[in-house]
């Protein structure tokens, strides 16, 4: 890797989102690390990507829910590519739906979901941290939803994922203020309805849905922290 390509770690970035995201950094010449539950589909889809884009891709095994893979993952990067500068929070589950409402919930898709959207992305924040940290530089963004937003939230549905979200993004606003001066800049993204094998039904392409995560990825140091955006604009807490 030269010592001017920036790294960048995705996580569920083997399908949809992620993996747009991953494409798109790429195209931008960054070094990126396509991560997912299935090594082999993860070393699939970087190979696919490599031999298309500017910059580099390769695949590793990640499971977000998983201590023991998340440290081992990071620690891979750490040895393997001497840096992380940017950190993509993308892999998530929705598991409730329109039937499923807070008043009789289903706490064992709920902790599923937290175990995987929220907490499973503080893990992996714990992990890139202290090297952002220790270099000056970093991105992560964490890929939220409209639905996370109190202000924009009149519905009962899907409450295990709205709550998973929510908790993400004060994960986000908790981290930016602690990294507050240090270079590392925090921020939360919706990508929107976006069409991808969750909703196969969405209209918004997923090159439009991954465009803000990949901005707030590529931002320049004078870039915005502890922020939610949709479409590039703050979005409404």
């Keep these: ?115 995987t959207n929220l907490l499973g992305a503080w893990r992996c924040c714990a992990e890139v941290v202290p090297e952002m940290r220790a270099r000056g530089y970093g991105r992560i963004v964490n890929l939220s939803s409209t639905m996370a937003s109190l202000d924009l939230t009149g519905s009962a549905s899907s409450p295990a994922y709205r709550i998973s979200k929510t908790g993400l993004n004060m994960l986000t606003r908790t981290l930016a203020a602690e990294l507050e001066g240090t270079g590392v800049l925090v921020n939360a993204a919706s990508p929107g309805y976006t069409r991808t094998d969750m909703s196969p039904d969405a209209e918004r392409p997923v090159e439009v849905g991954a465009d803000t995560p990949v901005w707030l990825a590529t931002l320049p140091d004078t870039g915005p922290t502890g922020q939610f955006f949709f479409d590039r604009q703050p979005l409404a807490w």
């Design 1 to 115: 890797m030269s010592t001017a390509r920036r790294l960048a770690v995705v996580t569920g970035g083997n399908r949809g989102i992620g993996l747009e995201i991953c494409r798109q950094l790429a195209e931008r010449d960054y070094h990126v690390v396509l991560t997912a539950r299935d090594p082999d589909r993860a070393d699939e889809q970087a190979r696919s990507l490599d031999a298309t884009c500017p910059g580099e891709v390769s695949g590793l095994g990640l499971d977000v829910v998983d201590a023991e893979s998340v440290v081992s993952a990071f620690r891979h990067v750490r040895t393997h590519h001497g840096r992380i500068d940017v950190f993509v929070n993308n892999a998530g589950i929705a598991v409730d739906g329109p039937e499923h409402r807070p008043s009789a919930p289903d706490f064992t898709r709920v902790r599923r979901t937290l175990e």
